[in-house]
T-cell receptor
Framework: EAGVTQFPSHSVIEKGQTVTLRCDPISGHDNLYWYRRVMGKEIKFLLH????????ESGMPNNRFLAERTGGTYSTLKVQPAELEDSGVYFC????????????FGPGTRLTVL | GENVEQHPSTLSVQEGDSAVIKCTYS??????FPWYKQELGKGPQLIIDIRSNVGEKKDQRIAVTLNKTAKHFSLHITETQPEDSAVYFCAASNGNQFYFGTGTSLTVIP
């Protein structure tokens, strides 16, 4: 069975541009999470989808970030316009059940904003 | 909210020695504590977890201990091997979110 996949693996953009990250969870996993790790710091929660609904988006930094999960399958995270401080590695994870169930992580997208 | 602290940030051990990574948490409501291993170019992968009704759990060379009173939990790796070299993250969950530590970069020297 395929694991969580993310695209692209790397993205380098200039400040002010737009970037869209994609995550494909494990098939059948209703719960999808986005995280971000800024260099040397903790992996920080951004938001949690249950199917197509946003269960918890308390970790989203500001309104330049927009996450969607139309149809409850793959998810996109758009950053518009990107700022320097948005640089980091964006991870997606999925789980069968919410709360304290095992979360399976994708390889991450490394975003660099110049 | 929950605050998870992880130490050390870097750790070097000789092959065959043991490695210990420690984490503390602040929210007494946290009841699930997973440990993740991240190898270069890959995402974090769950290696072991423990729930608050258990004090210790072991899986071959890896063990995790939990002290709920002191609010700390530790990862123990025995007989370390070069393939154990990676970044390790602890996390705590109260059923709402996962709160991660800042990671420990473990290097096992052959």
């Amino acid at each position: 069975e395929a694991g969580v996949t993310q695209f692209p693996s790397h993205s380098v953009i200039e400040k002010g541009q737009t970037v869209t990250l994609r995550c494909d969870p494990i098939s059948g996993h209703d719960n999808l999470y986005w995280y971000r790790r800024v260099m040397g710091k903790e992996i920080k929660f951004l938001l949690h989808f249950v199917k197509e609904s946003k269960q918890d988006e308390s970790g989203m930094p500001n309104n330049r970030f927009l996450a969607e999960r139309t149809g409850g399958t793959y998810s996109t995270l758009k950053v518009q316009p990107a700022e320097l401080e948005d640089s980091g590695v964006y991870f997606c994870a999925s789980s069968l059940m919410p709360d304290t169930d095992t979360q399976y992580f994708g390889p991450g997208t490394r975003l660099t904003v110049l | 909210g929950e605050n998870v602290e992880q130490h050390p940030s870097t750790l070097s051990v000789q092959e065959g020695d043991s490695a210990v990574i420690k984490c503390t948490y602040s929210d007494s409501a946290s009841n699930y504590f997973p440990w993740y291993k991240q190898e270069l170019g890959k995402g974090p992968q769950l290696i072991i977890d423990i729930r608050s009704n258990v004090g210790e759990k072991k899986d071959q060379r890896i063990a995790v201990t939990l002290n709920k009173t002191a609010k700390h939990f530790s990862l123990h790796i025995t007989e370390t091997q070069p393939e154990d070299s990676a970044v390790y993250f602890c996390a705590a969950s109260n059923g709402n979110q996962f709160y991660f530590g800042t990671g420990t970069s473990l290097t096992v020297i052959p």
